[in-house]
DNA sequence: CTATATTTGTGAACACTGTTCATTATTATA
DNA sequence: TATAATAATGAACAGTGTTCACAAATATAG
């Protein structure tokens, strides 16, 4: 078989991908159309469900590609070997991820879209955040082998942490702080989490 | 002026509210219609537009309500003297009213179509939102009064206390807990917030 | 090189959505 | 009772996700 054929369906694929995210960043998720996605690659509405079942399964699809792009971005953390310097590490490229990418961080963590593509066979597990979750968790356990974090249990930790930056990140991107007139509106992002840093300190 | 028109007028207003509310539990926001609305309360879809400028009111409305039951959820608290368990009760309440109003949870804190309502004039602020978080301030403050929190910024630590709590909500309600496989799924969130308030009490 | 299959793309159609508006029914006032 | 004001309707508009019969392009077989 000449590979022209699979080779240009993958072209295909790729190029909805792509016009979606940027159709994604420049006005919204909810404001862009499958005809929007198909009209701005020159192809026709219904010609995009040859390549994804549905409008959830490209949003299923870039969800994906977020945790790639995430995981790229934790890539600098090997560099610190101090478990927990690399955890507050963690949650601070966490924060930057979320405030550089929010369209992505909202369809990753936020979005429900994204997860009814897994509802058909409900047993299958939303496998991108188990495994970023154990990144984290392994993160916590190293912690633990140091000796920190005594009396701490290492999964319902690790949740907690997620949870903290997690908040601060979903807040911020739902406008849900710009609106509250915090004293230092611009910090209080970074702040707040330096107040999580110093806790976490204090179980050394 | 007879009072039976402005009467009837806040009735129906009334009436659509409640519908939509109830609407919005049974099949969630997104699948909720301005038709579904009007039709369940008997009135065509164009009358709804006479007591309420579009969906978008209809959201913040019922998101302000959100604030107000929250808020009354809250009053058990008063009898909390402890600030710090004060708090870590309201973290609890918080907890506990996002679980039992998951739709009404997330028009106030999560989805973005109630803050549309706010966007004409730009100027105006999230009162509900920023009261709600004064009284967790208040609090945290009290806590620093009694040497509570020492070398901690109230309102940089209070967003911190709210970030976590939120982080948690709204992770549970967007399913992004059950379809990780945690080693307690029905425990993961009562326990990670006892870990938050463990390293709370340390902070005495 | 032609004839047949197969893949790829189209555009109309369906059942929805939020919103507007002329028209009608109802109610209150003079 | 006649008039003015309010309340309610249903059609219309532009948009949505999705499906599907049909047409164009391409690949395969003889």
Known sequence: ???TLSDRKEDVAEAI??????LFVEKGVDKTSMR???GSIGYSAGNVYLYFKNKAEILHTLHSRGFQKMRSSFDVLRMVSDPLERMKAMGKAYLAFAA???QLYNLMFVSMAPMKHLDADCSENWTEGAT???T???TVEECKQLGYFAGHDIEHMSFMVWSTVHGMASLSNAQRINRVKFENPDQVLEKGYEEFCLMLDRLK
Chains 1, 2 share one sequence.
């Open 136 to 138: 984290l968790k392994n």
């Open 132 to 134: 970023t979750f154990m």
């Open 1 to 3: 078989m000449s590979p």
């Open 100 to 102: 550089e990418n929010p």
């Open 17 to 22: 991908l792509d016009a979606a995210m940027k």
């Open 36 to 38: 929007n996605i198909a």
